[in-house]
């Protein structure tokens, strides 16, 4: 099992720049997938980022360019760094953790991206 805790979300200005980070209870080393989802007020869940234990990452596009999803598995923990934040960002952001078929996910913290 993985728990998982997010923390860094806040209020910045548009323009601005954030890192989100995902602390695991144990090593991430061999997690396959780790990634970030979001939702916003009123809207469904939606896909942000996720990055492999091997490195490879994927995106969504209204976040190319702009975020950027890395992970360190000596300090079991994965960050997302959001730059050029857009009004259009403030959701609340959740990490998950797929482990061997097994989702885990954090409890979610709040991105207010004002104007």
């Known amino acids: 099992q993985v728990q998982l805790v997010e923390s860094g979300g806040g209020l910045v200005q548009a323009g601005g720049s954030l890192r989100l980070s995902c602390a695991a209870s144990?090593?991430?080393?061999?997690?396959?997938?780790m990634g970030w989802y979001r939702q916003a007020p009123g809207k469904q869940r939606e896909f942000v980022a996720s990055i492999t234990s091997g490195g490879r990452r994927n995106y969504a596009d209204s976040v190319k360019g702009r975020f950027t999803a890395s992970r360190d598995n000596a300090k079991n923990t994965m960050y997302l760094q959001m730059n050029n934040l857009k009004p259009e960002d403030t959701a609340v952001y959740s990490c998950?953790?797929?482990?061997?078929?097994?989702?885990?996910w954090g409890q979610g913290t709040q991105l207010t991206v004002s104007s």
């Open positions: 144990r090593s991430i080393f061999n997690v396959y997938v």
């Open positions: 998950y953790a797929n482990n061997d078929g097994l989702l885990y």
